[in-house]
């Protein structure tokens, strides 16, 4: 037996994202439920939404961010050998999403499979495609993050319908001669599976919101530092921290506790919602698309969710 060799590191090429055109904002949901601006500012940091309505599909929107992340790396759809679709929200799980997303892009048969890590998604997604590049097995990869989440949450429940939205975000891996994308740092907290959970196929999302809220704000910041440590990076060095948008509160209170005193602070929450496992490359997207973070710095991710799962890796940011 033989194996392949790869590339000496891998590297983020491009990222792109995509939102749908519906705008929700907090007063159009307190027409709907006992809730109101301020309670969801203060609580959840939220100001807007996007939701995608029935003719736009969470392939759809993987396809936008997909295409747009494409283009922006300069490669063709014939460069890419290898799609990962991160998603806890299809519609129906069968078939995957990976491969309907690489035909509709044009990617002529390329490995394809999806990964449920729930809102830890992309990143377990990213480490799949760096070690693929890594090992040989791809050359170039499609990593996408897209959610409908909008399908599984209950609009007349105010305790989700206020926080999950639907959008998508991707990034195109590639071959690097030096790391510039580190290690990751990965793991899984099963025994607090029932905390954020779909119970059965009638049933819409529900979460123990404080009994997450409680993980998330001591259990991650090691984790982000983990991270750091595997790719010898001090979190003083940081460009940006851009953790998974879950509640701004969470997002400033682990950015607190991770020390990273010179990195932008993703914030896409305000104007995104909680978009799960699109939510990191949604928010990069808009960062770099801004001019806010700097070509060559490098990013601090963090994803957390459902499972619960958790995995973080720093990337030099294309
Ligand atoms: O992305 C996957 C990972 N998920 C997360 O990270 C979510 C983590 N959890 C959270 O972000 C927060 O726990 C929530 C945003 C879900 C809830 O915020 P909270 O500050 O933990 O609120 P709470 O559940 O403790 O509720 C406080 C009060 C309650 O009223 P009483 O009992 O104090 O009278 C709730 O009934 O707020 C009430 N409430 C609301 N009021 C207005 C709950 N939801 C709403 C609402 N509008 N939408």
Not at 6 to 35: C, E, H, M, S
Not at 251 to 275: C, M, S
Request: one cysteine or more.
């Amino acid at each position: 037996m033989r194996l392949t060799q790869g590339a000496p590191g891998a590297r983020v090429l491009a990222f792109g994202g995509y939102q749908p055109a519906d705008v929700v904002t907090n007063d159009d949901l307190a027409r709907r439920i006992d809730t109101n601006d301020e309670w969801i500012q203060s609580r959840v940091g939220i100001k807007e939404r996007r939701i995608a309505g029935p003719q736009e599909s969470e392939i759809d929107l993987a396809v936008q961010a997909g295409g747009k992340a494409l283009a922006a790396s300069g490669l063709s759809s014939s460069d890419i050998d290898l799609v990962i679709v991160a998603t806890c929200t299809l519609e129906a799980q069968i078939p995957n999403a990976s491969a309907r997303v690489a035909n509709r892009l044009g990617i002529e048969a390329p490995g394809a499979f999806d990964v449920n890590a729930a809102c830890a998604g992309f990143c377990y997604a990213l480490a799949a495609a760096s070690d693929a590049v890594r090992a040989g097995t791809a050359t170039n990869v499609l990593v996408v993050g897209t959610e409908k989440l909008s399908q599984w949450v209950d609009w007349d429940d105010r305790t989700t319908a206020v926080i999950f939205a639907d959008g998508a975000g991707a990034a195109v891996v590639g071959p690097s001669d030096t790391p510039r994308i580190g290690p990751v740092a990965w793991g899984s907290a099963g025994d607090k599976a029932e905390a954020i959970a779909v119970k059965d196929r009638g049933s819409f999302l529900q979460q123990e919101g404080q009994t997450v809220f409680r993980w998330a704000t001591t259990a991650l910041h090691p984790v982000a530092k983990l991270a750091c440590e595997r790719a010898g990076v001090d979190p003083a060095e940081l460009a940006a921290f851009v953790p998974h948008q879950a509640n701004l509160r969470i997002v400033e209170a682990i950015a607190r506790k991770l020390g990273a005193d010179n990195a932008v602070v993703a914030r896409d929450i305000v104007l995104a919602g909680n978009t799960s496992a699109a939510s990191i490359p949604l928010a990069l997207s808009r960062m770099i698309e801004r001019g806010e973070v700097p070509s060559g710095g490098l990013a601090l991710l963090l994803g957390f969710g459902a499972g619960l799962t958790y995995a973080s890796q720093v990337i030099e940011l294309p």
